[in-house]
C-alpha cells in the first residue's frame, strides 16, 4: 500500500486524501477555531476517485492521514469489453483490465488503439482521461 502521511490542518481543496480506505480529492476545507478546550477542528468533504461518492473527515487539525501516492501513467486501449478496458500500458507493456470510466465525455471517446492516462493508487487503477 503505497500512502504517505500528513496533518488534517495541511490539506487544501485539491489535495488528496484517504477516507474509509479509499483515495479521495479533497474539494472542500472549513475550520473551527481553537476552543477553551483542545485544538482547532478541521471539516473536510472529498469525492472518491473510484465511486465517486462523497465522503466526510472530521478531526483535530493536528491529526495524521494518509495521503495516496498516485501513479499517472499512460497505456494504450487494446480491447473495450463490454464495462471493462484492457489496457496496456506504454512503458512496461504490462496489459491490465480497468472498470469502463463512469463519466461520459471520456466513455464515449474510449475505442481499440486510443492512448489513454491512467492513475494507480491503493493498488487500483482507473481511467482518467483520453490523451
Not at 468533504?45 to 465517486?52: E, N
Not at 466526510?56 to 471493462?84: F, M, N, S
Not at 491512467?118 to 493498488?123: E, F, I, P, R
Request: aromatic fraction near 6%.
Amino acid at each position: 500500500m503505497s500512502v504517505d502521511y500528513a496533518e488534517l490542518g495541511d490539506l487544501k481543496e485539491g489535495s488528496y486524501v484517504v477516507v474509509d480506505g479509499e483515495p479521495c480529492r479533497v474539494v472542500e476545507v472549513s475550520r473551527a477555531k481553537t476552543g477553551k478546550h483542545g485544538s482547532a477542528k478541521v471539516h473536510i468533504v472529498a469525492i472518491s476517485l473510484f465511486t465517486g461518492s462523497r465522503k466526510t473527515l472530521v478531526g483535530p487539525a493536528d491529526q495524521r492521514v494518509e495521503v495516496p501516492i498516485i501513479d499517472k501513467r499512460i497505456g494504450q486501449v487494446i480491447a473495450v469489453l463490454g464495462d471493462r478496458v484492457q489496457v496496456m500500458d506504454n512503458e512496461t507493456y504490462e496489459t491490465f483490465e480497468v472498470e469502463m470510466p463512469s463519466d461520459e465525455s471520456v466513455r464515449s471517446k474510449i475505442t481499440p488503439g486510443v492512448e489513454v492516462e491512467y492513475w494507480s493508487a491503493l493498488g487500483k487503477r482507473f481511467i482518467s482521461r483520453v490523451r
